[in-house]
């Protein structure tokens, strides 16, 4: 099966990670009436992308990618969660994506948080980290858009005009992750790693993050 075939089933919907299930704490922002609309939500995935949770995901899975000491980027990901909600949203996510990774592809992998995990198979199997880490990110990018067409009014065609404005972001954050050392890691997006925080007594709620 090619690289890219690979991935594509790896970040689908369909494998079984309950990505559906989390909204990165953006179920909160929209709550809130920060996010009312396709140009204030797509500023607001701009700046995960560009200083937040989405930048360091792509170092994360960079660093699992061209490592042998996995278990340190792993607790380093596990550390830098901003709250309770992030951290079980990476590491029951990446404990999922371990062990369908191992009982289809038999990878020996278990229990790492979500962006190492998806590092630490790509390099297993011979995926190139510069096909991986884009599609990661447009994976987290897509399924955020997905959790606001279902929080709040926004169209399909909408939602697909927010992922495409995003496409260059994806790209440059992808690149320069590549080339950009664990012991960078930083995230600047404060109001998202709060409102990620509110989201744990958030009611009602229908995303678990």
Known sequence: MSAALTLMQWLSPAFPVGAFAYSHGLE?????????DAASLQDYLQTL???????ADAILLAAAHTTDDVSHVDATARAFAASA?????????????????RAVWGLNISGLTYPVAVGTAARAMAIPLSDTLPL?????????VSVAQ????????DGQTVLAALAPTIADTA??????PLDALTSTSFAADIA???????????FRT
Do not use: W
Request: a neutral charge; aromatic letters at 4%.
């Open 150 to 157: 279902r929080a709040m009014p926004l169209g399909q065609t």
């Open 28 to 36: 909160q922002v929209i709550a809130d009436g920060t996010i009312a």
């Open 49 to 55: 992308l560009t200083h937040g949770s989405g930048r």
């Open 175 to 180: 690149a320069k992750a590549e080339t950009t």
């Open 85 to 101: 909600e992030r951290l079980k949203e990476t590491d029951l996510q990446g404990a999922a994506f371990c062990d369908t990774a």
């Open 136 to 144: 990661y990110l447009h994976a987290f990018v897509s399924n955020l």
């Open 196 to 206: 990620a925080m509110r989201h744990e007594t958030l009611q009602p709620r229908i």
